[in-house]
């Protein structure tokens, strides 16, 4: 039984017209998730900064040349990243220790088998939510001790 998706997420889905898209659309259509299918690093780019997206799964050449590593680079600079999910025909373990290695956070093998899909995308979106938890958690902290040494020295 696959993991109920996390609800209201965009996940963003970086694949050539054909049939992983049409996979991934029927995949992901019975959850709450909605996929933005593009094509290309340059609407990758501008997609992940304009919008809040909740995981990314890319094929590991993108149509315009570019491939899954480029991808990864332009995600870790965004505040909060996404995680990156690869998918390939030829997904063996040197592949898999290579995304592992680099910061993606998990490699698929195509064509996709609808259960491993969702269950990974829902790791994924929790792993997004728990990090988006740590960074305000660890935000409010600092602001705290800041408060607090403020507080001590003005009154102390």
């Not at 990243?81 to 995304?99: G, N, Q, S, T």
């Not at 929790?126 to 001590?152: A, C, I, N």
């Amino acid at each position: 039984m696959a993991e109920e998706p996390i609800t209201r997420k965009i996940i963003l889905a970086a694949f050539p017209f054909g049939e992983d898209r049409i996979s991934l659309a029927s995949i992901l259509r019975r959850t709450n998730w909605k996929l933005r299918l593009i094509r290309t690093f340059h609407q990758a780019r501008t997609t992940l900064r304009t919008v809040s997206v909740g995981a990314v799964i890319s094929d590991a050449q993108l149509f315009d040349g570019y491939s899954w590593k480029d991808l990864l680079h332009e995600i870790q600079e965004i505040m909060n990243p996404p995680p990156l999910i690869v998918a390939d025909r030829l997904a063996d373990e040197r592949l898999w220790a290579e995304v592992l290695n680099l910061g993606a956070y998990d490699l698929l093998t195509k064509p996709f088998d609808g259960t491993e899909v969702l269950r990974v995308m829902s790791m994924a979106c929790r792993f997004h939510d728990s990090q988006r938890e740590r960074m305000v958690g660890s935000r409010q902290t600092r602001e705290k001790r800041y408060l607090d040494r403020e507080d001590r020295a003005c009154c102390g």
